[in-house]
């Protein structure tokens, strides 16, 4: 089976015959690792491409400085760009960065933690990046809460906004704060944003 992109025009959206195994979609993502793939509710997959040099840059700073602090707080595990998840809804999404707490990890069976893991991150940040509009990573974000995170950062460096989603709440809309405060389930994380702004 020819599972290689190459040479396509992205983003794209691939409709396979029938729905994918995880397994198969392991495959489908493994064979074509140089794009980012996520599945959508209704089984298709949207490839795209992978970011460019400047937010793939911000993507590094946010996930180090995520890391440096989950590592201190260790409460959790976190995961960069590169992570999948299978959500409620039947997508499988790879957030910017993402956050899971040990106490939810802890009721996946170890067959559950290969591959993708059905659970939803309770903390995830999104980029905006020059390749897609702020509209569709505004669905995403939405998306995202409606499949259970707790809260969920939307950085945009373009118009130097960070909006903040939380389930049941209105979205918080802050023009270039000088830090973005974690609150629950992520207390006490503080993540400077002059690097997204400058």
Same mark, same amino acid.
């Given at each position: $089976? !020819?599972?290689?992109?190459?040479?396509?025009?992205?983003? #794209?959206? *691939?409709?396979?015959? *029938?729905?994918?195994? =995880?397994?198969?979609?392991?495959?489908?993502? /493994?064979?074509?690792?140089? $794009?980012?793939? !996520?599945? /959508?509710?209704?089984? =298709?997959?949207?490839?795209?491409?992978?970011?460019?040099? =400047?937010?793939? +840059?911000?993507?590094?700073?946010?996930? $180090?400085?995520?890391? #440096?602090?989950?590592?201190? &707080?260790?409460? &959790?595990?976190?995961? &960069?760009?590169?992570?999948?998840?299978?959500?409620?809804?039947?997508?499988?999404?790879?957030?910017?960065?993402?956050?899971?707490?040990? =106490?939810?990890?802890?009721?996946?069976?170890? +067959?559950?933690?290969?591959?993708?893991?059905? #659970?939803?991150? /309770?903390?995830?940040?999104?980029?905006?990046?020059?390749?897609?509009?702020?509209?569709?990573? !505004?669905?995403?974000?939405? $998306?995202?809460?409606?499949?259970?995170?707790?809260?969920?950062?939307?950085? &945009?460096?373009?118009?130097?906004?960070? #909006? *903040?989603?939380?389930?049941?709440?209105?979205?918080? *809309?802050?023009?270039?704060? !000088?830090?973005?405060?974690? /609150?629950?389930?992520?207390?006490?994380?503080?993540?400077?944003?002059?690097?997204?702004?400058?």
């Amino acid at each position: $089976m !020819e599972l290689s992109l190459a040479g396509l025009p992205f983003p #794209i959206i *691939v409709r396979p015959i *029938v729905r994918l195994t =995880d397994d198969e979609l392991q495959l489908f993502c /493994e064979s074509n690792d140089f $794009m980012r793939v !996520e599945l /959508e509710p209704n089984g =298709d997959l949207t490839v795209m491409t992978t970011a460019g040099s =400047d937010s793939g +840059s911000l993507n590094g700073y946010l996930t $180090m400085h995520i890391g #440096i602090w989950s590592e201190a &707080d260790g409460r &959790d595990r976190f995961f &960069d760009s590169s992570s999948g998840f299978m959500l409620p809804d039947g997508s499988m999404r790879s957030p910017d960065s993402a956050w899971i707490s040990y =106490d939810r990890i802890a009721v996946l069976k170890a +067959s559950e933690r290969r591959g993708f893991w059905r #659970i939803c991150p /309770e903390f995830i940040v999104e980029l905006v990046s020059e390749s897609y509009s702020r509209s569709t990573v !505004e669905d995403k974000m939405r $998306m995202w809460i409606a499949n259970g995170a707790q809260l969920a950062w939307l950085i &945009d460096p373009y118009s130097c906004e960070a #909006i *903040v989603y939380r389930p049941g709440k209105s979205v918080q *809309v802050l023009a270039k704060p !000088e830090y973005l405060t974690g /609150e629950a389930p992520v207390s006490g994380l503080r993540l400077p944003m002059d690097r997204f702004f400058g």
